[in-house]
């Protein structure tokens, strides 16, 4: 499965934006699929997964009443409201078979995109 993560750019902080992540070759409706983002000189963490059916999602601390992680058929997405500088960073989707905040059980990897939240 390849995934294409989209939606990311130059913002201002109090901005919002969504993320898009979207499956070539396959359907992503079978999969868990997570959120999580990488800063500069920093760890890549946990953000958001959600469940094949959307009913069931789970948050990382950090973003929880931030970011809402929702999908329909073939895509999955990432709501980012009151954006702060702080938020800058690669945003990567993944895609898997639990709902997990450990990035080693996600199969499949986007390429990353990159928000940057100016203050």
């Known amino acids: 499965v390849q995934l294409q993560a989209s939606g990311g750019g130059l913002v201002q902080a109090g901005d919002s934006l969504r993320l898009s992540c979207a499956a070539s070759e396959r359907s992503l409706s079978t999969y868990f699929v997570g959120w999580f983002r990488q800063a500069p000189r920093k760890e890549r963490e946990f953000l958001a997964t959600i469940n094949p059916s959307g009913r069931n999602t789970f948050y990382g601390g950090n973003v929880k009443g931030q970011f809402t992680i929702s999908r329909d058929k073939n895509t999955v997405y990432l709501q980012m409201n009151s954006l702060k500088p702080e938020d800058t960073a690669a945003y990567y989707c993944?895609?898997?078979?639990?709902?997990?905040?450990?990035?080693?059980?996600?199969?499949?990897w986007g390429q990353g995109t990159l928000v940057t939240v100016s203050s």
């Open positions: 993944a895609a898997g078979g639990t709902l997990s905040n450990n990035q080693g059980l996600y199969d499949y």
